[in-house]
Each structure stands twice: as structure tokens, then as C-alpha cells.
């Protein structure tokens, strides 16, 4: 009976030298809603829209005038008939512009997106390994504006961290180290080098 309390405690009492604390959390969705990064790629894609809806409407504007122009001719006429055609091509190729651009700008927006991830992964990584920390937990905080009562639910019971003492929250630390590295990287001005699929530097 002796031996047997005496292994129980024993498997209570951490190995000496052993890490005490090997848990961390951070609040993802504070750290990409205040990272400077986040919000200037916003402003930037915000521009790139307004000048691409500007020359798409400018565009709209010339391919409406030159349909216009078809009440000039006669309807069944060769001439009708072949400023319809040119202008039926017209609009094939205005649709096909706008669908370029469009998917061109997503897959940039997206692209430039898995560059922030992948940096607030390493700032993570790096800051996790340099304080001994094996686990590094994402949690979020509630939203006090929901629209009702269900959506409130829903964020609760969608809540992966109940509780952490504000000694283990990385929050603030890895924000710092994000933007020390925007700044040495040469901050809005770095982000004109549009990254690859892979998201790498």
C-alpha cells in the first residue's frame, strides 16, 4: 500500500527542469484586424477597384455609343448587319475583360492573403520556440453587436478557448514582432511586389 502511494505521488511531481507551462494562446482575428500589413493591402486592393470599375465604366460607356449608332442603319440592311456583328463582338470581348480582370484581382487578393497568413504563422512559430512552447491556440472574443440571440449561441459554442490567464496570451508579442518585420521590410511600399502562389517572399 506504501509503494503504491508513494508511485501516485511521484507521477504528480513534474521532472526537474522540466517546462511548467507549454501552452500558449492568441487572438488570430485581433492580430490580422491590427496588423499594418493587413490594412494596407485593404487600402491598396480598395484603389486597384475603384481605378479598374473606373475603366470598365468608361469602356461600358463607348460600347454603349457605338450600339447606339446601329438606329443609323436600316434593320436588315448589310450595313446593319455587319456593325451588329462587329458590335456583338464588341460586347464578347468587353465580357471576357472584365472577367479577366476580375479573377486577376481576386487571385492577387488571395495570393497577397496567404503571404499575411504565412507570416503571422512564422511570427508564431518564432516566438512560440523561443519561450519553450509546444502548443499555440487560437481563441476570439465575443462579439457584444450580434444581430440576436442565436448568432450569440453560435459564437459561444464555436469557441475553442474558455479560459487563459492573460500570462500566456501571445497576442501582443506577436503583433509586435509582425510589424518590426513589415517595417524592415519596407512597409506599404514593400507590398508593390506582388507575391507567387506559394505566398513566399
Known amino acids: 500500500m506504501l509503494t503504491t502511494i508513494m508511485t501516485l505521488t511521484l507521477a504528480t511531481v513534474p521532472a526537474q527542469g522540466a517546462t511548467q507551462q507549454q501552452i500558449a494562446v492568441c487572438n488570430l482575428t485581433h492580430v490580422f484586424d491590427n496588423y499594418r500589413m ?24 463607348e460600347l454603349e455609343s457605338r450600339g447606339k449608332q446601329l438606329a443609323q442603319f436600316k434593320p436588315g440592311s448589310d450595313d446593319y448587319i455587319q456593325r451588329e456583328e462587329e458590335f456583338a463582338i464588341e460586347q464578347y470581348k468587353f465580357k ?25 504563422q512564422d511570427a508564431i512559430a518564432e516566438v512560440a520556440k523561443e519561450r519553450g512552447l509546444a502548443l499555440v491556440l487560437t481563441y476570439s472574443d465575443i462579439d457584444e453587436d450580434a444581430p440576436d440571440s442565436t448568432a ?19 497576442t501582443q ?11 524592415k ?11 507567387n502562389k506559394k505566398g513566399s517572399k
Do not use: C
Request: zero cysteines; charged letters at 35%.
Open 38 to 61: 493587413t490594412r494596407d493591402l485593404e487600402q491598396v486592393f480598395e484603389s486597384r477597384n475603384k481605378e479598374f470599375q473606373t475603366l470598365a465604366e468608361e469602356k461600358r460607356k
Open 96 to 120: 471576357g475583360w472584365l472577367d479577366i480582370w476580375e479573377q486577376r484581382l481576386k487571385q492577387e487578393h488571395k495570393n497577397w492573403l496567404r503571404k499575411v497568413y504565412q507570416s503571422v
Open 173 to 183: 508579442p506577436i503583433l509586435a514582432r509582425l510589424e518590426e518585420r513589415y517595417e
Open 152 to 170: 450569440m449561441k453560435q459564437q459561444i459554442l464555436l469557441r475553442t478557448v474558455l479560459y487563459a490567464d492573460n500570462r500566456i496570451d501571445l
Open 185 to 195: 521590410a519596407g512597409g506599404a511600399a514593400s507590398l508593390t511586389r506582388t507575391p
